[in-house]
């Protein structure tokens, strides 16, 4: 559990500032979009926000990325070690024993997600540059108002999205992972692998799963930053008589707390910041109907909107992770053999 929260925790720091970029590029509003490619959108970020609109968010990430790693692990080896003992089938077991792990860590994670999202979508307190509705001075100050204005439930805010996204994320990266593992020992004779062969076998691993479930995460990031989704009508009605009056489509960058309880904007490249009459929100009931719309408004490149800095992200990521795991495994297996074998 310690190797795995301290591998965990160390590649979710090491790769945040690409985090931000595909969060960015997945919840960016404007149209057509401020954020395209990875290179361009490291530079507008850097240029407009510094170093700091990069590193949004990373408060809430640190505290969810330890414990949440910490319980995933424990519960992945465990549940790994028993059914390998019980005799099911290699393959079926570290499908099973991803979903379980996944599954008890989404307690801590998910609201971290929730908070490191909407700062990361936010960039900095009033941001001029990026209009997303969220105007948080702190991490302290995001969770006061996520649960005064719209109640604790918030920060579970894409609690399905997020499990739909990162059960079969962890359940295929650790089948890639063990897989190729095996496969590696087989072809160099061993099962202690040098450091490249780990390296690869952890990237690649991480790589393919985050690749094949981007649409998941997508959706998952679309819902986590609405910001109250259940009053859309209500915005959308504001906005038509705004329109109606002046013809503007004039959006304040520091809304007041007033405006900022009743927005909610349209999750949907297609349309500007502010909604337009009949704009499609995305439906937050359900997951494959939030699938369904996105691929319905922007077609089968919103599904993988953000998939280059996902893929690099989740590759690098995972390397990080699972190499320094083994690693740290390794080192403590020995000091403990050596106190072991020290006389009374």
């Not at 990373?58 to 465990?78: D, K, M, N, R």
């Not at 919103?302 to 800095?309: A, K, Q």
């Amino acid at each position: 559990m310690l190797a795995g929260g301290i591998g965990g925790t160390t590649g979710d720091m090491l790769m945040h500032t690409l985090d931000t970029v595909k969060t960015r590029q997945q919840g960016d509003p404007h149209f057509p979009p401020k954020y395209a490619s990875m290179s361009s959108s490291y530079m507008t970020i850097l240029r407009e926000e510094g170093v700091r609109g990069l590193y949004s968010g990373v408060t809430p990430a640190f505290f969810g990325s330890f414990p949440g790693t910490l319980i995933f692990f424990g519960v992945y080896e465990l549940s790994k070690r028993h059914m390998l003992d019980a005799g099911i089938n290699p393959s079926v077991t570290y499908l099973t024993g991803g979903f379980l792990a996944d599954l008890a860590a989404s307690i801590i994670y998910v609201p971290s997600e929730v908070l490191k999202t909407r700062l990361q979508l936010q960039g900095r307190y009033n941001n001029p540059y990026f209009r997303s509705g969220y105007n948080y001075r702190s991490t302290t100050d995001a969770l006061r108002t996520i649960v005064r204005q719209e109640g604790f439930s918030a920060l579970f805010y894409g609690y399905k999205a997020t499990i739909f996204r990162d059960l079969p994320f962890s359940a295929l990266q650790f089948a890639f992972y063990e897989q190729e593992r095996k496969l590696a020992q087989d072809w160099s004779g061993t099962k202690d692998l040098n450091l490249g062969l780990e390296i690869l076998t952890a990237t690649t691993a991480g790589g393919m799963a985050g690749v094949m479930t981007c649409p998941m995460d997508v959706v998952k990031t679309r819902i986590q930053t609405q910001v109250n989704p259940t009053s859309s009508g209500q915005e959308v009605r504001s906005t038509e008589k705004t329109l109606k009056s002046d013809g503007s489509r004039h959006q304040s960058a520091h809304p007041t707390a007033t405006n900022t309880r009743t927005q909610a904007r349209p999750i949907c490249t297609s349309t500007p910041s502010l909604p337009r009459p009949g704009a499609t929100v995305l439906d937050t009931s359900s997951f494959f109907t939030g699938l369904k719309i996105i691929y319905k408004t922007e077609g089968i490149i919103g599904w993988f909107r953000g998939v280059g800095p996902r893929g690099l992200w989740t590759s690098v990521q995972s390397g990080t992770m699972l190499v320094l795991y083994q690693f740290l495994l390794k080192k403590m297996d020995s000091w403990q053999t050596a106190d072991e074998l020290q006389p009374l």
